[in-house]
C-alpha cells in the first residue's frame, strides 16, 4: 500500500472531523445559553404581582364575575408555563395560551382589543412551546402602552411552503434604521435584560427549523410594529 497517496486524504479527513466536532460543540453549547434564557422568561412575579393586586380590587368592588374571569384565565396562563416535560405543542394548544394572556391584559389595561386569525392548516402544526407569547409580551410593553387604545393582531398564513405567524400593533413604530439595527441585533449574542425575548425566539427558531426560518421585522398598517415568525 503507498501511504504517500493516502496520507493526504487521511489528513484532509482528520480536518474535516475536528471541523464537525468543533461545530456540534458550537452548536450544543448555543442550545444551552438558549435553554437557560428561555426559563428565565418562564416567570415575571410583577407580571403576578399585578394580577394579584387587580382581583384584590375587584373583590372590594364585589366584581366577582371579574374575578372567576382572572383567576380563571391566571391559572391557565401559570399551568403551561410551568410545564416544561412538554418542550413542542400543537399551534393550537400555543395560540390557546396567547388568548389566556391577552384575556389578562384585557381586564387589565381596560382599553385593549386584539384579534386572532389564523388558517386552520396550521392549527396542528408542533412548535417549541413559547414561541409566540415572548412576541405578544413585546407588543403590549412597547407598542400599546404608549396608545390610550390598543389593538393586536395576529395572523397565521402558509406561504411558498413556509409557515408565517405575524403579530402586529397599533404603536408607535420604529424607523427604518431601528428595524434594520433590530433585525441585525438578533443575529447576534446578546448580553443585556433589553430584546432577550425576541433574540430568544429568533435562536430557537433557527436551531429547530434551520437558517431559512426566524424573526422579520418590518412597519405594520395598524401604525406600529410587524414582527412575523417564520418557519419550515
Known amino acids: 500500500m503507498n501511504f504517500n ?18 461545530e456540534v460543540y458550537k452548536e450544543k453549547i448555543r442550545y444551552q445559553e438558549v435553554h437557560l434564557k428561555q426559563l428565565q422568561f418562564q416567570i415575571n ?10 382581583i384584590k380590587n375587584m373583590a372590594k368592588l364585589k366584581q366577582y364575575e371579574g374575578i372567576e374571569a382572572m383567576s380563571l384565565h391566571l391559572g391557565n396562563y401559570y399551568r403551561y408555563m410551568t410545564k416544561i416535560d412538554d418542550k413542542k405543542v400543537t399551534l393550537r394548544e400555543e395560540l390557546e395560551f396567547v388568548k389566556n394572556y391577552l384575556d389578562i391584559h384585557v381586564i387589565r389595561l381596560q382599553r385593549l382589543n386584539y384579534e ?11 412548535i417549541p412551546r413559547l414561541l409566540i407569547q415572548p412576541i405578544v409580551e413585546n407588543a403590549l410593553e412597547h407598542g400599546i402602552k404608549a396608545n390610550k387604545e390598543g389593538e393586536i393582531l395576529l395572523t397565521g398564513r402558509i406561504i411558498d411552503g ?9 404603536g408607535m413604530g420604529l424607523s427604518e434604521e431601528e428595524l434594520e439595527k433590530l433585525q441585525q ?11 432577550q425575548g425576541t433574540w430568544n425566539v429568533h435562536q430557537r427558531l433557527t436551531f429547530h427549523f434551520g437558517e431559512d426560518s426566524g424573526l422579520i421585522f418590518s412597519k405594520s398598517s395598524m401604525g406600529g410594529l410587524k ?6
Do not use: A
Open 45 to 54: 412575579p410583577h407580571f403576578l404581582y399585578n394580577c394579584l393586586f387587580i
Open 116 to 126: 386572532i386569525n389564523v388558517v386552520e392548516e396550521m392549527n396542528n402544526l408542533y
Open 227 to 232: 414582527v412575523t415568525i417564520r418557519w419550515r
Open 5 to 22: 497517496l493516502w496520507f493526504p486524504v487521511l489528513i484532509d479527513m482528520s480536518q474535516q472531523l475536528e471541523t464537525l466536532i468543533e
Open 185 to 195: 441585533k438578533i443575529n447576534t449574542s446578546i448580553s443585556s435584560q433589553d430584546g
Open 162 to 170: 413556509l409557515n408565517h405567524i405575524s403579530i402586529e400593533d397599533s
